[in-house]
């Protein structure tokens, strides 16, 4: 087992060298403050930590040494991320984003990642009208509601141009570039996480580990659609954010 409290620690500043578990060197497509953290300290490069209980939910509570992800509005390589503490860690996947700046990023800061620039669908169609939204790439949507939302109150639109981008099916995509189902499924995509995840197979493709964006929560504090579907699936909440929530398959706990 892996001493998680000696696990990433040391310091690069924008170095972008390979780092094993417990080695000490930072991979990163961002500047990053050259420092040495105490051994009970942790990197996290997700929005609030969250990238830090799905590396234990992986490692620690599933046993999975390499795990394999999909992240689907993966935005960034490093900043924001949820799966770059596992790339650093010798994890791969795939990665999905639609925006063509970011994923010309990723390319560059994730070369062992599979990276398809196209948007999940949740019907047939094999693309959609993709809302780029002012000076926020993380808000780009493929969800007219959510652009709504981010209307609302605004004299000025907030929608930089829309464009056609093609789409795939979530199975599709997995059955495809992983050939089974990955250990973790992360979600980030504006309004569409509920409708992506219940389009999963999961007697086909039934991930370890789930992270998906469940913000309604913050409301009334109520179970998201999400929480309450994958309930009904097997999936029980094992931590989480103001934004995410992570799930983990209770069969395999």
Known sequence: MVNRRDFIYGAASGAVTT???GAGILRSADPVESSTPPPYARWSFSQQGEDIVIFHALHDLLQITTPTYVDVGAAYPVRGNNTY???TTGAHGVLVEPNPALAAELRAGRPND?????GVGVADSRAADYYVIKGNPMLNTFSPEQVADLQNG??????????QMPL?????LIEEHL????????TDVEGLDDAIIRTLDLTRFRPGVICAET????GSGAASPITMYLGSKGYVPRGGSMHNTIYVDAHRI
Do not use: H
């Open 19 to 21: 780092l094993g578990v």
């Open 85 to 87: 503490l596992l790339y």
């Open 114 to 118: 599979t990276i398809v620039e196209a």
């Open 154 to 163: 605004k004299a000025e639109s907030v929608v930089e141009r829309v464009v």
């Open 168 to 172: 795939v099916n979530i199975n599709r």
């Open 179 to 186: 050939g089974r189902a990955p250990d973790l499924l992360s």
């Open 215 to 218: 913000v309604p929560t913050m």
